[in-house]
C-alpha cells in the first residue's frame, strides 16, 4: 500500500452523505452548510449591534430626547456594540463564514480535513454569542467597561455590570476562542494539506491567502486576549491581583494589591492589533479576487500581494502600543512602536497600489460586487491615510479620545470590511444558491451605504480635531471649547447613520426575497477562473466536485489573456484544450 | 528591549521561516513512501498523505506556545523585571515550594518516557507492550496530577493561598493551566486505551493516536521543566 494524498481519494463513496434534516441542515458537517451557519449568526448578532449603535447615536445626536437609555445603558451599548462587531460579526463572519465556505472550494477539495470539529467549532461560537447576549440579563446587566475592558474601572462598582456583566463578558470571549481555535486548526490544515492536484500554494487565488494568513495570526494573538481574560476573572471572582492595584471604592479600600492595569493593557493589545488585521487580511484577499474578476484583469503583482499579506501578517505583532501612547506607558517605547506602525504601512500601501494598478486598462464591467469593491478601495485610503496621522506619537496625544479615531477605526473596520462583505455576498450568492441577487436593489443599496457612511465619519474627523472627546454619554453645553455647530454636526452624523442603517433593511430582503425570485445565475454567472464556479453542480453537492477531483494547470488570474478565445481561463481547464495559445504561470 | 530576548525572537523566527517556506513549497498530492491506511471517525476513508492530524497538532502546539509565552512574560513583567513595569514593586515575595513538586516532576518525566516506549513498541508491533506502557503513561500522568493538588493544598497550608500575593497567584495560575491542559491530553488518552482495549484492533490503527499524545506528552513535560524553574527560581 502506499500513501494516497487527500487530492487523490477520489472515491466520492468515502464521505457518507448525510440523510436526515438534522444532519443535512442542523448537526451537518459540511462546510457549506456550515459556513452559512456562521453567516447567519454572525449577521444577526451584528443587527443587535447595529441597533445598539443607532441607539447610541440617537442619544447623541439627541441628548434630551430619549429618556429611556440612561448613562449606564449608554456605556453598555458601546461595549457590546464595539465587542459585537469586531470579533462576532467581523471576524467570525471573515474567517467562520467566509473561510469555510471558500477554503474547500477555491482548494479543490470536498470538505475541510476535519469535518466534525467544524461542526463543532460552530455551535460552540453559537453558544459563546448566547452567553454574550445572556449579559444583558443578569444582574447588574452587561458590561459597560468599553469594548477594550480595562481594568481597574471593568470591575469596580462605578462600572456598570462591574460583576456579573464582565464575568458573562470574559466567558463568552474564552468561549470564542475556543470556538476560533478549532475552526482554525481546520482552515489551516486544509489549506496546507487538502489542495487538490496542481494547486501549488502560489497558484491559491488571495481570498484563501487572506483568509490563510488571518487564522494563523488568529491563532497566535487569541490566547493573548484568553490570558487577560482568564487573568481578569481571577480578579474579580476569587480576589487576585494580576491587574488591580491597591484601590479603594466609596471610601473603602478593596482587598486588592500591587497589580498592574497596563499588564493587562500589553495583553489587550498584543491580541487587539492583529485582531484588527484579523478582519483586514480576509477583506483584502476577497476584494482583490473581486477587483480581477469584475475588471477582467489579473491581479497585479500577485507574488508581491502574497508577501504583502505575509509581511502584514509578521508586523501586526510588533504595533500593538500604538494603542498605548497615553497610558503612561515607558515614552521610549512609543518611539520604537511609531517606527514600526509606519513601516507596516508600506506594504498595505504596496497592495492599495498594486488594486488600483489592476483596475488601470481593465475592462471593468461595473457590477454591484465591483462597485463595493472600488468603494473599499476609497474608504480604505481614507481611514487608513488618517491612521499614519494617528500612529505618530505626538499627533496621537491629543487626537487620542477623540472622535478622530472613532472616525479612524470606523472607516477601516467598520466601512471598508462591511463593504467587502456586501461585494463578496453579492459575488457569491449566485454560486450559494444558483440565484442572482436583485441588481437595482444592489445599486440602491451601495450607493446609500457609501454616500452615507462618508457622510457619518468624514465630519466625524473635524469633530475630533476640535477635541470632542469619545465615550462621552452627553457633553453639557456649558463646555466652553465644544460650540453649538458641535452638536448640529452630531445630528447630521445621527440621520445620515438613520439612513445608512435603514438601507441595510433593503439587502436582508433582497437576501431572502432573490432565494425565490431571483433570476437564475448558471454556474458561472461572472465567467470567473477561480476553482469555486466550476464545481459540476450549482450550488454545490455535498462532495463538492462529483466523481472525480480538479487538477490545476494554472493560476487563479488569467483573465484577457492574449490570445485567448474568451477573456477568462478557469483554472481547471489543461492546456491542451485552450484554443490558439495557452498560458501557463 | 532585552538583546538576548531579541535574538531569541530572531533565532524562532528563522527557524519557523525555514519550516514554513519548506512546508508551503510541498506538493500536498504527491506521493510518498511509507504506508499507512487510516481509519476515520465517519467510515473509511482510504490512505492518506502526511495525516492532517499531525498538522493539526503542530499547529496546536504552537498556539499553546502562545499562550503559555504569554503568561511567562505576564509573570515577568508582574515581578518587575519585564519592560512597562515600574521598579521597585515590593510586594514580590517567592513562595516557599512545595516538596512534592519533585516528585510531581519524576511522574510527569516517567509518564512522557512510558509514552515513549509505546510509540517505540508500536514500530516493533509489541502489541502486549504497546498496552502495558500506554497505561504506565496515563497512570503516571494521573498521579503528576493529584501531586499538584496535593501541592496546591501544601502551599495553602503554608500559608500561601491564592490571594496571598502575586508569586503565589501565579503559582496556582499556572499549575493550573498546565494540569487543564495535561486532563485534555488525558481524555485522548483514555479514548486511544479505550480502543486498544475494546476491540481486536490492529495496532496500525491506533499508531497515530499514540504517536501524537507522546509529542503533546512531551511538549507539557518541556513546558513543565520551563515553568518548574521558572517558579524555583523566583
Same mark, same amino acid.
Given at each position: 500500500?502506499?500513501?494516497?494524498?487527500?487530492?487523490?481519494?477520489? &472515491?466520492?463513496?468515502?464521505?457518507?452523505? $448525510?440523510?436526515?434534516?438534522?444532519?443535512?441542515?442542523?448537526?451537518?458537517?459540511?462546510?457549506?452548510?456550515?459556513? =452559512?451557519?456562521?453567516?447567519?449568526?454572525?449577521?444577526?448578532?451584528?443587527?443587535?449591534?447595529?441597533?445598539?449603535?443607532?441607539?447610541?447615536?440617537?442619544?447623541? *445626536?439627541?441628548?434630551?430626547?430619549?429618556?429611556?437609555?440612561?448613562?449606564?445603558?449608554?456605556?453598555?451599548?458601546?461595549?457590546?456594540?464595539?465587542?459585537?462587531?469586531?470579533?462576532?460579526?467581523?471576524?467570525?463572519?471573515?474567517? *467562520?463564514?467566509?473561510?469555510?465556505?471558500?477554503?474547500?472550494?477555491?482548494?479543490?477539495?470536498?470538505?475541510?480535513?476535519?469535518?466534525?470539529?467544524?461542526?463543532?467549532?460552530?455551535?460552540?461560537?453559537?453558544?459563546?454569542?448566547?452567553?454574550?447576549?445572556?449579559?444583558?440579563?443578569?444582574?447588574?446587566?452587561?458590561?459597560?467597561?468599553?469594548?477594550?475592558?480595562?481594568?481597574?474601572?471593568?470591575?469596580?462598582?462605578?462600572? $456598570?455590570?462591574?460583576?456579573?456583566?464582565?464575568?458573562?463578558?470574559?466567558?463568552?470571549?474564552?468561549?470564542?476562542?475556543?470556538?476560533?481555535?478549532?475552526?482554525?486548526?481546520?482552515?489551516?490544515?486544509?489549506?496546507?494539506?487538502?489542495?487538490?492536484?496542481?494547486?501549488?500554494?502560489?497558484?491559491?487565488?488571495?481570498?484563501?491567502?487572506?483568509?490563510?494568513?488571518?487564522?494563523?495570526?488568529?491563532?497566535?494573538?487569541?490566547?493573548?486576549?484568553?490570558?487577560?481574560? =482568564?487573568?481578569?476573572?481571577?480578579?474579580?471572582?476569587?480576589?487576585?491581583?494580576?491587574?488591580?492595584?491597591?484601590?479603594?471604592?466609596?471610601?473603602?479600600?478593596?482587598?486588592?494589591?500591587?497589580?498592574?492595569?497596563?499588564?493587562?493593557? &500589553?495583553?489587550?493589545?498584543?491580541?487587539?492589533?492583529?485582531?484588527?488585521?484579523?478582519?483586514?487580511?480576509?477583506?483584502?484577499?476577497?476584494?482583490?479576487?473581486?477587483?480581477?474578476?469584475?475588471?477582467?484583469?489579473?491581479?497585479?503583482?500577485?507574488?508581491?500581494?502574497?508577501?504583502?499579506?505575509?509581511?502584514?501578517?509578521?508586523?501586526?505583532?510588533?504595533?500593538?502600543?500604538? &494603542?498605548?501612547?497615553?497610558?503612561?506607558?515607558?515614552?521610549?517605547?512609543?518611539?520604537?512602536?511609531?517606527?514600526?506602525?509606519?513601516?507596516?504601512?508600506?506594504?498595505?500601501?504596496?497592495?492599495?497600489?498594486?488594486?488600483?494598478?489592476?483596475?488601470?486598462? *481593465?475592462?471593468?464591467?461595473?457590477?454591484?460586487?465591483?462597485?463595493?469593491?472600488?468603494?473599499?478601495?476609497?474608504?480604505?485610503?481614507?481611514?487608513?491615510?488618517?491612521?499614519?496621522?494617528?500612529?505618530?506619537?505626538?499627533?496621537?496625544?491629543?487626537?487620542?479620545?477623540?472622535?478622530?479615531?472613532?472616525?479612524?477605526?470606523?472607516?477601516?473596520?467598520?466601512?471598508?470590511?462591511? #463593504?467587502?462583505?456586501?461585494?463578496?455576498?453579492?459575488?457569491?450568492?449566485?454560486?450559494?444558491?444558483?440565484?442572482? #441577487?436583485?441588481?437595482?436593489?444592489?445599486?440602491?443599496?451601495?450607493? =446609500?451605504?457609501?454616500?452615507?457612511?462618508?457622510? =457619518?465619519?468624514?465630519?466625524?474627523?473635524?469633530?475630533?480635531?476640535?477635541?470632542?472627546?469619545?465615550?462621552?454619554?452627553?457633553?453639557?453645553?456649558?463646555?466652553?471649547?465644544?460650540? $453649538?455647530?458641535?452638536?448640529?454636526?452630531?445630528?447630521?452624523?445621527?440621520?445620515?447613520?438613520?439612513?445608512?442603517?435603514?438601507?441595510?433593511?433593503?439587502?436582508?430582503?433582497?437576501?431572502?426575497?432573490?432565494?425565490?425570485?431571483?433570476?437564475?445565475? *448558471?454556474?458561472?454567472?461572472?465567467?470567473?477562473?477561480?476553482?469555486?464556479?466550476?464545481?459540476?453542480?450549482?450550488?454545490?453537492?455535498?462532495?463538492?466536485?462529483?466523481?472525480?477531483?480538479?487538477?490545476?494547470?494554472?493560476?487563479?488570474?488569467?483573465?484577457?489573456?492574449?490570445?485567448?478565445?474568451?477573456?477568462?481561463?478557469?483554472?481547471?481547464?489543461?492546456?491542451?484544450?485552450?484554443?490558439?495559445?495557452?498560458?501557463?504561470? | 528591549?532585552?538583546?538576548?530576548?531579541?535574538?531569541?525572537?530572531?533565532?524562532?523566527?528563522?527557524?519557523?521561516?525555514?519550516?514554513?517556506?519548506?512546508?508551503?513549497?510541498?506538493?500536498?498530492?504527491?506521493?510518498?513512501?511509507?504506508?499507512?491506511?487510516?481509519?476515520?471517525?465517519?467510515?473509511?476513508?482510504?490512505?492518506?498523505?502526511?495525516?492532517?492530524?499531525?498538522?493539526?497538532?503542530?499547529?496546536?502546539?504552537?498556539?499553546?506556545?502562545?499562550?503559555?509565552?504569554?503568561?511567562?512574560?505576564?509573570?515577568?513583567?508582574?515581578?518587575?523585571?519585564?519592560?512597562?513595569?515600574?521598579?521597585?514593586?515590593?510586594?514580590?515575595?517567592?513562595?516557599?515550594?512545595?516538596?512534592?513538586?519533585?516528585?510531581?516532576?519524576?511522574?510527569?518525566?516517567?509518564?512522557?518516557?512510558?509514552?515513549?516506549?509505546?510509540?517505540?513498541?508500536?514500530?516493533?508491533?509489541?502489541?502486549?507492550?504497546?498496552?502495558?506502557?500506554?497505561?504506565?503513561?496515563?497512570?503516571?500522568?494521573?498521579?503528576?496530577?493529584?501531586?499538584?493538588?496535593?501541592?496546591?493544598?501544601?502551599?495553602?497550608?503554608?500559608?500561601?493561598?491564592?490571594?496571598?500575593?502575586?508569586?503565589?497567584?501565579?503559582?496556582?495560575?499556572?499549575?493550573?493551566?498546565?494540569?487543564?491542559?495535561?486532563?485534555?491530553?488525558?481524555?485522548?488518552?483514555?479514548?486511544?486505551?479505550?480502543?486498544?482495549?475494546?476491540?481486536?484492533?490492529?495496532?496500525?490503527?491506533?499508531?497515530?493516536?499514540?504517536?501524537?499524545?507522546?509529542?503533546?506528552?512531551?511538549?507539557?513535560?518541556?513546558?513543565?521543566?520551563?515553568?518548574?524553574?521558572?517558579?524555583?527560581?523566583?
Amino acid at each position: 500500500m502506499a500513501y494516497a494524498a487527500i487530492a487523490d481519494r477520489d &472515491h466520492a463513496h468515502a464521505l457518507h452523505d $448525510p440523510q436526515s434534516f438534522l444532519t443535512k441542515y442542523i448537526w451537518s458537517q459540511d462546510h457549506k452548510v456550515i459556513a =452559512i451557519q456562521y453567516t447567519i449568526t454572525a449577521i444577526a448578532i451584528g443587527l443587535v449591534a447595529l441597533t445598539l449603535s443607532i441607539l447610541m447615536r440617537l442619544q447623541l *445626536g439627541f441628548p434630551h430626547s430619549f429618556s429611556l437609555i440612561a448613562p449606564q445603558n449608554y456605556y453598555q451599548f458601546i461595549t457590546l456594540h464595539g465587542m459585537i462587531m469586531v470579533i462576532y460579526l467581523l471576524t467570525a463572519l471573515f474567517l *467562520g463564514g467566509f473561510g469555510n465556505y471558500l477554503i474547500p472550494l477555491m482548494c479543490g477539495a470536498r470538505d475541510m480535513v476535519f469535518p466534525y470539529l467544524n461542526m463543532v467549532s460552530y455551535w460552540v461560537y453559537l453558544l459563546a454569542v448566547l452567553i454574550l447576549v445572556g449579559g444583558f440579563f443578569v444582574p447588574g446587566g452587561a458590561t459597560g467597561a468599553g469594548w477594550t475592558l480595562y481594568p481597574p474601572q471593568a470591575i469596580l462598582s462605578g462600572s $456598570p455590570g462591574a460583576k456579573w456583566g464582565i464575568v458573562c463578558m470574559l466567558a463568552s470571549l474564552a468561549t470564542f476562542i475556543v470556538a476560533f481555535t478549532m475552526g482554525g486548526l481546520n482552515y489551516v490544515t486544509t489549506v496546507l494539506q487538502a489542495r487538490c492536484r496542481g494547486m501549488t500554494m502560489m497558484r491559491m487565488p488571495l481570498s484563501v491567502w487572506g483568509i490563510f494568513m488571518a487564522t494563523v495570526l488568529g491563532l497566535l494573538a487569541f490566547p493573548a486576549l484568553f490570558v487577560s481574560a =482568564i487573568m481578569m476573572t481571577l480578579d474579580c471572582l476569587l480576589g487576585t491581583s494580576f491587574f488591580m492595584p491597591a484601590v479603594s471604592s466609596m471610601g473603602q479600600p478593596l482587598g486588592y494589591n500591587g497589580g498592574s492595569p497596563l499588564l493587562f493593557q &500589553h495583553l489587550f493589545w498584543f491580541f487587539g492589533h492583529p485582531e484588527v488585521y484579523i478582519v483586514a487580511l480576509p477583506a483584502f484577499g476577497i476584494v482583490s479576487d473581486l477587483l480581477s474578476t469584475h475588471a477582467r484583469r489579473h491581479i497585479f503583482g500577485y507574488r508581491m500581494m502574497v508577501w504583502a499579506i505575509l509581511a502584514i501578517g509578521c508586523l501586526s505583532f510588533v504595533v500593538w502600543a500604538h &494603542h498605548m501612547y497615553v497610558s503612561g506607558m515607558n515614552p521610549y517605547f512609543g518611539f520604537f512602536f511609531a517606527t514600526t506602525t509606519l513601516i507596516i504601512a508600506v506594504p498595505t500601501a504596496i497592495k492599495v497600489y498594486n488594486w488600483v494598478l489592476t483596475l488601470w486598462r *481593465g475592462d471593468i464591467h461595473l457590477t454591484v460586487p465591483m462597485l463595493f469593491a472600488i468603494g473599499f478601495i476609497f474608504t480604505f485610503i481614507n481611514g487608513g491615510l488618517t491612521g499614519l496621522f494617528l500612529g505618530n506619537v505626538p499627533v496621537d496625544v491629543p487626537l487620542s479620545a477623540t472622535y478622530f479615531v472613532v472616525a479612524h477605526f470606523h472607516l477601516v473596520m467598520g466601512v471598508s470590511p462591511i #463593504l467587502v462583505v456586501f461585494g463578496a455576498l453579492y459575488h457569491w450568492y449566485p454560486k450559494m444558491t444558483g440565484k442572482m #441577487l436583485d441588481d437595482t436593489l444592489g445599486r440602491i443599496h451601495f450607493w =446609500i451605504t457609501f454616500i452615507g457612511t462618508y457622510m =457619518i465619519y468624514l465630519p466625524m474627523y473635524y469633530l475630533g480635531i476640535l477635541g470632542l472627546p469619545r465615550r462621552y454619554y452627553a457633553w453639557d453645553e456649558a463646555i466652553q471649547f465644544i460650540p $453649538p455647530s458641535v452638536h448640529t454636526m452630531n445630528k447630521w452624523i445621527t440621520v445620515s447613520a438613520l439612513f445608512v442603517a435603514a438601507v441595510q433593511l433593503v439587502f436582508l430582503f433582497n437576501l431572502v426575497w432573490s432565494l425565490f425570485k431571483g433570476k437564475p445565475a *448558471g454556474g458561472n454567472p461572472w465567467r470567473a477562473t477561480t476553482l469555486e464556479w466550476q464545481t459540476p453542480d450549482t450550488p454545490p453537492v455535498h462532495g463538492n466536485w462529483g466523481e472525480r477531483l480538479p487538477v490545476v494547470y494554472r493560476w487563479a488570474y488569467d483573465y484577457s489573456v492574449p490570445g485567448a478565445k474568451e477573456d477568462f481561463i478557469p483554472q481547471n481547464v489543461p492546456p491542451d484544450k485552450l484554443a490558439p495559445i495557452g498560458h501557463a504561470h | 528591549m532585552n538583546i538576548w530576548v531579541a535574538f531569541g525572537v530572531l533565532t524562532i523566527g528563522v527557524i519557523i521561516w525555514f519550516v514554513l517556506v519548506k512546508r508551503l513549497s510541498t506538493r500536498s498530492w504527491e506521493r510518498h513512501g511509507s504506508s499507512v491506511h487510516v481509519r476515520h471517525a465517519r467510515g473509511d476513508i482510504g490512505e492518506v498523505g502526511v495525516p492532517p492530524a499531525r498538522i493539526a497538532l503542530w499547529v496546536f502546539l504552537g498556539v499553546i506556545t502562545s499562550l503559555f509565552g504569554l503568561f511567562i512574560s505576564a509573570y515577568f513583567i508582574r515581578m518587575g523585571h519585564g519592560h512597562g513595569a515600574m521598579h521597585g514593586i515590593s510586594d514580590w515575595h517567592p513562595v516557599s515550594k512545595p516538596p512534592i513538586l519533585w516528585f510531581n516532576t519524576a511522574m510527569l518525566v516517567l509518564s512522557s518516557a512510558a509514552m515513549q516506549a509505546a510509540r517505540h513498541s508500536v514500530r516493533l508491533n509489541q502489541r502486549g507492550r504497546v498496552r502495558g506502557y500506554l497505561f504506565a503513561g496515563g497512570a503516571f500522568a494521573l498521579l503528576f496530577l493529584a501531586g499538584q493538588l496535593v501541592g496546591w493544598h501544601q502551599l495553602r497550608d503554608s500559608g500561601y493561598g491564592l490571594t496571598s500575593g502575586p508569586a503565589s497567584a501565579f503559582f496556582y495560575l499556572l499549575t493550573g493551566v498546565h494540569g487543564l491542559h495535561l486532563l485534555g491530553g488525558l481524555v485522548v488518552w483514555v479514548k486511544t486505551a479505550a480502543r486498544m482495549r475494546t476491540r481486536a484492533v490492529e495496532l496500525i490503527e491506533v499508531r497515530l493516536s499514540i504517536e501524537l499524545c507522546t509529542v503533546y506528552w512531551h511538549y507539557l513535560l518541556l513546558v513543565w521543566l520551563v515553568m518548574f524553574i521558572l517558579l524555583l527560581s523566583t
